[in-house]
């Protein structure tokens, strides 16, 4: 795989000559879990990420790692993520994985659709983990789409991705094609809003729990 310019989006009415913006490194992230509801005891069951630096995508060193949840994954689960027991009996229990990813991720600020979702998983899980865990700072791309595009009423993943005219993953509801998704979505978004600062980025992605 090879990385992508933070310019490189599937709409050409929205290339303009802009400077590339002077953000800090992003790390964009997926889970895909048991259920909604991690104070009911649902779990992550797969987490993946990519890093954004100087403006590329640096698809080719992704992270990407499945979880065992220690618990038996729901059949609606397994409609929507493809996701099997047996393909996580034997990964690693997230006191392994967890600090990993915050390893992959370390130096850069969060990024995920639906951020509150996947924050939420990650705060619950992080009490499974030896010692004091500290998150990062996350970002939503999803409260980033209703400021962008107010008028518009749907947000979600397909739907942000499909009015920036970019190309669906073959494999959607897996991580790692979601967060490459949401990556280019991202990226599409700071080019159509013209956000140069990490805190331009702030007041347009910072969901509820980031709002000062």
């Known amino acids: 795989m090879t990385s992508r310019k933070l310019v490189w989006i599937h709409a050409p009415h929205l290339l303009q000559s802009s400077p590339v913006p002077t953000l800090p490194p992003i790390t964009v992230f997926d889970t895909e879990t ?15 990420g ?31 993520n493809k996701i099997t027991d047996e393909e996580v009996r034997k990964a690693p229990t997230i006191d392994q994985v967890l600090p990993q990813f915050l390893e992959f ?35 939503c791309t999803m409260h980033m789409s209703r400021k ?22 073959a494999d959607r509801h897996r991580a790692l094609p979601d967060v490459l998704l949401t ?3 991202l990226l599409s978004m700071i080019a159509h809003g013209n956000i140069q600062t990490l805190e331009d980025l702030r007041k347009l992605a910072a969901w509820k729990q980031l709002v000062r």
């Open 34 to 48: 048991t259920g909604l509801d991690p104070l009911k005891g649902h779990k992550i069951i797969e987490i993946a």
């Open 50 to 80: 990519l890093r954004i630096e100087d403006g590329q995508i640096l698809d080719d060193r992704p992270f990407v790692q499945m979880v065992n949840p220690e618990r038996e994954i729901p059949w609606e689960a397994k409609q929507v």
């Open 105 to 139: 991720a370390k130096g850069s600020i969060l990024v995920a659709h639906n951020a509150e979702f996947d924050m939420g998983f990650l705060k619950q899980e992080k009490e499974y983990c030896w010692g004091y865990v500290e998150l990062p700072e996350c970002l």
């Open 148 to 169: 962008i595009f107010a008028g518009e009423f749907r947000h979600s993943l397909d739907a942000v991705a499909r009015r920036l005219n970019l190309a669906m993953p």
């Open 183 to 185: 990556a280019n979505v």
